[in-house]
Protein backbone atom coordinates (compact mmCIF):
# COMPACT_ATOMS: atom_id res chain seq x y z
CA UNK A 1 0.00 0.00 0.00
CA UNK A 2 1.22 3.39 -0.94
CA UNK A 3 1.33 5.70 1.95
CA UNK A 4 -0.75 8.79 1.09
CA UNK A 5 -1.64 12.33 3.03
CA UNK A 6 -3.77 15.31 1.93
CA UNK A 7 -2.76 19.09 1.63
CA UNK A 8 -5.55 20.90 2.53
CA UNK A 9 -8.47 19.92 4.61
CA UNK A 10 -11.33 22.16 3.11
CA UNK A 11 -14.77 20.77 1.58
CA UNK A 12 -13.04 18.97 -1.62
CA UNK A 13 -10.29 17.60 1.12
CA UNK A 14 -12.13 16.43 3.16
CA UNK A 15 -13.79 14.18 0.06
CA UNK A 16 -10.65 13.24 -0.31
CA UNK A 17 -9.06 12.21 3.15
CA UNK A 18 -12.61 10.00 3.41
CA UNK A 19 -11.75 7.88 0.26
CA UNK A 20 -8.18 7.62 0.81
CA UNK A 21 -9.25 6.29 4.06
CA UNK A 22 -11.33 3.94 2.60
CA UNK A 23 -9.26 2.49 -0.57
CA UNK A 24 -7.47 -0.51 -0.24
CA UNK A 25 -4.32 0.89 -2.44
CA UNK A 26 -3.69 3.64 0.19
CA UNK A 27 -2.70 3.91 3.86
CA UNK A 28 -4.11 7.34 4.82
CA UNK A 29 -0.79 9.04 7.29
CA UNK A 30 -2.60 11.97 8.03
CA UNK A 31 -3.15 15.95 6.64
CA UNK A 32 -1.91 19.01 6.56
CA UNK A 33 -3.84 22.35 6.83
CA UNK A 34 -2.79 25.53 7.36
CA UNK A 35 -5.81 26.97 9.68
CA UNK A 36 -5.03 25.08 12.73
CA UNK A 37 -8.33 25.47 14.06
CA UNK A 38 -9.61 24.03 10.74
CA UNK A 39 -6.49 21.20 11.22
CA UNK A 40 -7.79 20.19 15.21
CA UNK A 41 -11.22 19.98 14.10
CA UNK A 42 -11.10 18.05 11.09
CA UNK A 43 -8.73 15.83 13.30
CA UNK A 44 -11.23 15.56 16.03
CA UNK A 45 -14.39 15.38 13.90
CA UNK A 46 -13.04 12.17 11.99
CA UNK A 47 -9.81 11.08 13.66
CA UNK A 48 -7.27 11.78 10.86
CA UNK A 49 -3.62 12.85 12.21
CA UNK A 50 -2.96 16.51 11.59
CA UNK A 51 0.88 17.08 11.03
CA UNK A 52 2.08 20.85 12.05
CA UNK A 53 4.12 21.10 9.16
CA UNK A 54 3.99 20.48 5.33
CA UNK A 55 7.73 19.29 5.26
CA UNK A 56 6.50 16.72 8.19
CA UNK A 57 3.35 15.55 5.79
CA UNK A 58 5.93 15.39 3.18
CA UNK A 59 8.38 13.46 4.52
CA UNK A 60 5.95 10.48 5.76
CA UNK A 61 4.03 9.86 2.37
CA UNK A 62 5.10 8.28 -0.87
CA UNK A 63 2.37 10.60 -2.53
CA UNK A 64 1.03 13.64 -1.34
CA UNK A 65 -2.49 14.79 -2.98
CA UNK A 66 -2.82 18.45 -3.32
CA UNK A 67 -6.30 19.90 -2.79
CA UNK A 68 -5.03 23.50 -1.60
CA UNK A 69 -6.71 26.81 -3.28
CA UNK A 70 -5.13 26.75 -7.11
CA UNK A 71 -2.94 29.97 -5.94
CA UNK A 72 -1.06 27.54 -3.72
CA UNK A 73 -0.57 24.47 -5.99
CA UNK A 74 2.46 24.99 -7.33
CA UNK A 75 4.53 25.87 -4.23
CA UNK A 76 2.79 22.62 -2.55
CA UNK A 77 4.20 20.63 -5.36
CA UNK A 78 7.49 21.71 -5.89
CA UNK A 79 8.48 20.99 -2.11
CA UNK A 80 7.08 17.41 -2.72
CA UNK A 81 8.84 16.47 -6.00
CA UNK A 82 12.01 17.69 -4.69
CA UNK A 83 11.54 15.47 -2.19
CA UNK A 84 10.75 12.84 -4.95
CA UNK A 85 7.26 12.25 -3.90
CA UNK A 86 4.62 11.17 -6.42
CA UNK A 87 1.62 14.40 -6.43
CA UNK A 88 -1.73 13.82 -7.10
CA UNK A 89 -2.82 17.70 -7.91
CA UNK A 90 -6.38 19.22 -8.48
CA UNK A 91 -7.47 20.99 -11.25
CA UNK A 92 -6.41 23.33 -12.58
CA UNK A 93 -2.82 22.17 -12.79
CA UNK A 94 -1.23 25.91 -11.13
CA UNK A 95 -2.23 29.41 -11.62
CA UNK A 96 -0.23 29.88 -14.41
CA UNK A 97 1.11 28.25 -17.51
CA UNK A 98 5.13 28.76 -16.55
CA UNK A 99 4.19 27.11 -13.36
CA UNK A 100 2.67 24.09 -14.88
CA UNK A 101 5.68 24.03 -17.43
CA UNK A 102 8.08 23.99 -14.50
CA UNK A 103 6.16 21.29 -12.72
CA UNK A 104 6.29 19.06 -15.74
CA UNK A 105 10.48 19.89 -15.70
CA UNK A 106 10.93 18.95 -12.40
CA UNK A 107 8.92 15.63 -12.43
CA UNK A 108 11.06 14.68 -14.94
CA UNK A 109 13.86 15.69 -13.32
CA UNK A 110 12.92 13.87 -10.07
CA UNK A 111 11.62 11.10 -11.42
CA UNK A 112 8.70 11.52 -9.84
CA UNK A 113 4.52 10.59 -11.33
CA UNK A 114 1.51 13.71 -11.10
CA UNK A 115 -1.74 13.31 -11.96
CA UNK A 116 -4.08 15.99 -12.39
CA UNK A 117 -7.88 15.84 -10.90
CA UNK A 118 -9.53 15.95 -13.89
CA UNK A 119 -12.02 14.06 -12.65
CA UNK A 120 -15.02 14.66 -15.44
CA UNK A 121 -12.63 11.71 -16.92
CA UNK A 122 -13.90 9.04 -14.82
CA UNK A 123 -17.45 9.82 -15.18
CA UNK A 124 -18.94 6.71 -15.60
CA UNK A 125 -21.58 8.33 -18.28
CA UNK A 126 -17.86 9.43 -20.10
CA UNK A 127 -16.35 6.16 -19.80
CA UNK A 128 -19.03 4.56 -21.00
CA UNK A 129 -18.58 6.07 -24.41
CA UNK A 130 -15.19 7.26 -24.82
CA UNK A 131 -13.99 4.21 -26.74
CA UNK A 132 -16.66 5.39 -29.64
CA UNK A 133 -15.69 8.74 -30.30
CA UNK A 134 -13.10 8.03 -32.77
CA UNK A 135 -13.06 11.52 -34.84
CA UNK A 136 -15.26 13.82 -33.54
CA UNK A 137 -15.71 16.84 -35.60
CA UNK A 138 -18.21 19.43 -33.74
CA UNK A 139 -18.54 19.16 -30.12
CA UNK A 140 -20.42 21.39 -27.99
CA UNK A 141 -20.94 21.56 -24.04
CA UNK A 142 -23.01 23.24 -21.69
CA UNK A 143 -22.17 23.23 -17.87
CA UNK A 144 -23.99 25.60 -16.39
CA UNK A 145 -24.01 26.15 -12.04
CA UNK A 146 -26.19 27.54 -9.74
CA UNK A 147 -23.87 30.39 -7.72
CA UNK A 148 -21.77 28.86 -5.09
CA UNK A 149 -19.07 31.85 -3.58
CA UNK A 150 -16.86 28.92 -3.66
CA UNK A 151 -14.42 29.26 -6.45
CA UNK A 152 -15.44 32.99 -7.75
CA UNK A 153 -11.91 33.90 -7.18
CA UNK A 154 -11.02 32.23 -10.29
CA UNK A 155 -12.68 33.37 -13.54
CA UNK A 156 -15.40 30.42 -14.44
CA UNK A 157 -12.94 29.41 -17.35
CA UNK A 158 -10.92 27.92 -14.74
CA UNK A 159 -13.72 26.69 -12.44
CA UNK A 160 -16.12 25.22 -14.62
CA UNK A 161 -15.11 25.41 -18.61
CA UNK A 162 -11.68 23.76 -17.85
CA UNK A 163 -13.57 20.47 -16.78
CA UNK A 164 -14.71 20.25 -21.14
CA UNK A 165 -11.42 21.76 -22.20
CA UNK A 166 -9.34 18.60 -20.77
CA UNK A 167 -12.35 16.23 -22.16
CA UNK A 168 -12.29 17.70 -25.56
CA UNK A 169 -8.51 17.47 -25.90
CA UNK A 170 -8.77 14.07 -25.11
CA UNK A 171 -10.64 13.21 -27.70
CA UNK A 172 -9.86 15.26 -30.54
CA UNK A 173 -6.44 13.89 -31.53
CA UNK A 174 -5.44 17.38 -33.21
CA UNK A 175 -3.54 20.42 -32.21
CA UNK A 176 -5.45 23.63 -31.53
CA UNK A 177 -5.39 26.15 -34.66
CA UNK A 178 -7.33 29.31 -33.58
CA UNK A 179 -9.94 29.83 -30.57
CA UNK A 180 -12.30 33.31 -30.14
CA UNK A 181 -13.98 33.62 -26.97
CA UNK A 182 -16.62 36.41 -24.49
CA UNK A 183 -16.73 36.31 -20.95
CA UNK A 184 -19.30 38.65 -18.52
CA UNK A 185 -18.99 39.44 -15.24
CA UNK A 186 -22.07 39.42 -13.30
CA UNK A 187 -22.10 38.74 -9.95
CA UNK A 188 -18.08 38.17 -9.23
CA UNK A 189 -14.83 40.65 -10.17
CA UNK A 190 -14.20 37.75 -12.65
CA UNK A 191 -16.25 36.47 -15.36
CA UNK A 192 -19.36 34.12 -14.54
CA UNK A 193 -20.76 33.33 -17.88
CA UNK A 194 -17.91 32.45 -21.17
CA UNK A 195 -18.49 31.16 -24.61
CA UNK A 196 -15.96 29.36 -26.54
CA UNK A 197 -14.98 28.06 -30.18
CA UNK A 198 -12.14 26.32 -30.58
CA UNK A 199 -11.09 25.14 -34.04
CA UNK A 200 -8.61 21.97 -34.12
CA UNK A 201 -6.42 22.15 -37.26
CA UNK A 202 -8.28 18.98 -38.54
CA UNK A 203 -11.00 21.08 -39.16
CA UNK A 204 -13.31 19.83 -35.88
CA UNK A 205 -14.66 22.78 -33.61
CA UNK A 206 -16.14 22.79 -30.76
CA UNK A 207 -18.36 25.32 -28.69
CA UNK A 208 -18.42 25.00 -25.13
CA UNK A 209 -20.50 27.25 -22.86
CA UNK A 210 -20.14 27.87 -18.90
CA UNK A 211 -21.88 29.68 -16.44
CA UNK A 212 -21.95 29.30 -12.35
CA UNK A 213 -24.87 31.87 -11.70
CA UNK A 214 -27.57 29.62 -14.07
CA UNK A 215 -31.01 28.43 -12.24
CA UNK A 216 -30.15 25.08 -12.54
CA UNK A 217 -27.30 22.88 -13.08
CA UNK A 218 -26.53 21.25 -16.13
CA UNK A 219 -23.02 19.47 -17.48
CA UNK A 220 -24.15 17.95 -21.47
CA UNK A 221 -21.89 17.87 -23.87
CA UNK A 222 -22.55 16.57 -27.32
CA UNK A 223 -19.91 14.90 -30.16
CA UNK A 224 -20.90 14.96 -33.90
CA UNK A 225 -18.93 12.24 -36.27
CA UNK A 226 -19.22 10.58 -39.20
CA UNK A 227 -22.20 8.49 -39.38
CA UNK A 228 -22.84 8.77 -35.23
CA UNK A 229 -23.96 11.36 -32.67
CA UNK A 230 -23.26 10.82 -29.10
CA UNK A 231 -24.50 13.04 -25.79
CA UNK A 232 -23.12 12.60 -22.44
CA UNK A 233 -24.81 13.96 -19.21
CA UNK A 234 -22.24 14.20 -16.93
CA UNK A 235 -24.54 14.96 -14.35
CA UNK A 236 -27.28 12.49 -14.30
CA UNK A 237 -24.70 10.10 -15.63
CA UNK A 238 -26.35 8.60 -18.91
CA UNK A 239 -25.18 8.96 -22.51
CA UNK A 240 -26.65 7.76 -25.52
CA UNK A 241 -25.32 6.71 -28.91
CA UNK A 242 -26.76 7.50 -32.50
CA UNK A 243 -25.69 5.87 -35.21
CA UNK A 244 -26.34 5.25 -39.05
CA UNK A 245 -25.43 2.51 -41.33
CA UNK A 246 -26.67 1.60 -44.75
CA UNK A 247 -30.00 0.45 -45.00
CA UNK A 248 -30.26 -3.00 -45.25
CA UNK A 249 -33.04 -3.67 -48.77
CA UNK A 250 -35.75 -4.86 -46.44
CA UNK A 251 -35.88 -3.06 -43.00
CA UNK A 252 -37.70 -3.17 -40.43
CA UNK A 253 -41.27 -2.06 -40.62
CA UNK A 254 -40.24 0.18 -37.54
CA UNK A 255 -37.08 1.05 -38.91
CA UNK A 256 -36.02 4.82 -39.02
CA UNK A 257 -34.68 5.48 -42.66
CA UNK A 258 -32.94 9.04 -43.93
CA UNK A 259 -32.54 9.49 -47.39
CA UNK A 260 -30.16 12.01 -48.78
CA UNK A 261 -30.79 14.59 -51.81
CA UNK A 262 -28.37 11.47 -53.53
CA UNK A 263 -30.43 8.97 -52.64
CA UNK A 264 -28.40 7.06 -50.05
CA UNK A 265 -30.67 5.32 -47.40
CA UNK A 266 -29.31 5.28 -43.79
CA UNK A 267 -30.59 3.62 -40.96
CA UNK A 268 -30.47 5.28 -37.48
CA UNK A 269 -29.54 3.04 -34.63
CA UNK A 270 -30.23 4.14 -31.16
CA UNK A 271 -27.81 2.81 -28.59
CA UNK A 272 -28.05 3.38 -24.57
CA UNK A 273 -24.88 1.91 -23.06
CA UNK A 274 -24.67 0.22 -19.54
CA UNK A 275 -23.95 2.94 -17.23
CA UNK A 276 -21.31 1.21 -14.20
CA UNK A 277 -21.88 3.70 -11.28
CA UNK A 278 -18.39 4.64 -9.69
CA UNK A 279 -17.03 7.02 -7.23
CA UNK A 280 -15.44 8.85 -9.89
CA UNK A 281 -12.75 10.57 -7.29
CA UNK A 282 -11.97 7.57 -5.59
CA UNK A 283 -11.38 5.82 -9.41
CA UNK A 284 -9.07 8.82 -10.72
CA UNK A 285 -6.84 8.25 -7.15
CA UNK A 286 -6.72 4.57 -7.49
CA UNK A 287 -6.45 4.45 -11.13
CA UNK A 288 -3.28 6.59 -9.64
CA UNK A 289 -1.75 4.58 -7.14
CA UNK A 290 -1.83 2.17 -10.21
CA UNK A 291 0.00 3.91 -12.66
CA UNK A 292 2.56 4.05 -9.57
CA UNK A 293 2.53 0.25 -8.76
CA UNK A 294 2.65 -0.30 -12.56
CA UNK A 295 5.16 2.17 -13.76
CA UNK A 296 2.44 3.33 -16.30
CA UNK A 297 1.20 6.83 -17.28
CA UNK A 298 -1.46 8.36 -15.20
CA UNK A 299 -4.56 8.54 -16.96
CA UNK A 300 -4.72 12.34 -16.96
CA UNK A 301 -0.79 13.80 -16.97
CA UNK A 302 0.42 16.30 -15.96
CA UNK A 303 1.06 17.65 -19.45
CA UNK A 304 -2.58 16.85 -20.09
CA UNK A 305 -3.39 19.01 -16.70
CA UNK A 306 -0.73 21.42 -18.62
CA UNK A 307 -2.42 21.48 -22.01
CA UNK A 308 -5.84 22.42 -20.49
CA UNK A 309 -4.14 25.49 -18.95
CA UNK A 310 -3.03 26.77 -21.86
CA UNK A 311 -6.15 26.69 -23.84
CA UNK A 312 -8.00 27.55 -20.49
CA UNK A 313 -5.33 30.87 -20.90
CA UNK A 314 -5.89 31.82 -23.95
CA UNK A 315 -9.57 31.41 -23.93
CA UNK A 316 -9.52 33.88 -20.89
CA UNK A 317 -6.79 36.13 -23.04
CA UNK A 318 -10.09 36.88 -25.44
CA UNK A 319 -11.70 38.33 -23.27
CA UNK A 320 -9.42 41.20 -22.44
CA UNK A 321 -9.46 41.89 -26.67
Do not use: W
Amino acid sequence: MLKAGVLGAGHLGKIHLKLLKQSSKYELVGFYDPSEENAKKVSEEFGYKAFATIDELIDAVDVVDIVTPTLSHFDCAVQAIEKGKNIFIEKPITNTIEEAEKLLELSREHGVKGQVGHVERFNPSFTAVKDVMDSPMFIETHRLAEFNPRGTDVPVVLDLMIHDIDIILSVVKSKVKSINASGVSVISETPDIANARIEFENGCVANLTSSRISMKNMRKSRFFQKDAYISVDFLEKKSEVVKMKDAPESPDEFAMILQNAEGVKKQIYFENPKIHPNNAILDELETFADAINNDTDPIVTLENGTDALKVAHQIIACFNK
